[in-house]
């Protein structure tokens, strides 16, 4: 037993509140246990220079942590001089490239979406939330997109979720707080479909080697978990009136 009293393959509690931010073409606050991401997608016309003349559009996201996410503030990524960091870099890229596969740019036009992740409290597992919180957000304004009728077919080629897990005292666990990140033998971060085809995997062993069982046991621990997710993902857009059918392929 976890010290939060779940069972080995759980994930922590969900929570997805939709229409957080009043702007934006779509918003988000998601909550995985302790953890809380700010996703919000917005729509501009055109898309940079080496995309122009394709007719193809662009998802891209930005990731920032709030300062006190955790027990002491932290300065923010980007001011008085400070840059952006190598991390928050990283799981931009990670989110982006996420979102990305979901969707058939051919479909938007020359457009580009851009999902802003700001993570306002950290208990682990921030990218993998930011890119389940974050494609709900996308799913979101695409629907506001083929209500303006500008889309040229349906665009999400499959939804996607991310969840992490990690090997604790020799067991694999699943979606794991910070502490259980921070003592793991080994984590990992699983990104894929609702059909359960992976789209990213990132895994390190902290201390010593692990064996290839252990990280197929990960593997298959994880695609359950995103299958768990991408059931939530469907039943908040269908509270928000998204007509997913309508975008799905």
Known sequence: MRKDGRAHDALRPVGVELGWKRQGDGS???RAGGTVVLCVASVDDG?????????????????LMHPRTGPKRQSRDGFNGRPLSGRAQEIARLIGRALRSSVDASTLG???????????????????????????????????LRARGVLKGRPIVSLVAAVSAGVAKGEGLLDL????????????????????????LQCT?????????????????ALGGVASLVAAQRAALAGAGVDLAALLR
Not at 177 to 200: F, P, Q, W
């Open 28 to 30: 988000v606050l998601y």
């Open 177 to 200: 707080c910070y502490e259980e990140d921070r003592d793991a033998e080994m984590d990992a971060n699983v990104v894929a479909t609702d059909t359960g085809a992976l789209v990213e």
């Open 110 to 144: 020359e457009r580009t979406i851009t999902i802003d992740c700001d993570v306002l409290e950290a208990d682990g597992g921030t990218r993998t939330a930011s890119v389940t919180g974050g494609m709900i957000a996308l799913a979101i304004a695409l629907d506001g």
């Open 205 to 221: 062993a902290e201390g010593a080697p692990v064996s290839r069982a252990q990280v197929d046991g990960l593997v298959d621990l």
């Open 47 to 63: 898309v940079k220079e080496f995309m122009r003349g394709r007719g193809a559009g662009w998802v891209t996201a930005e990731y």
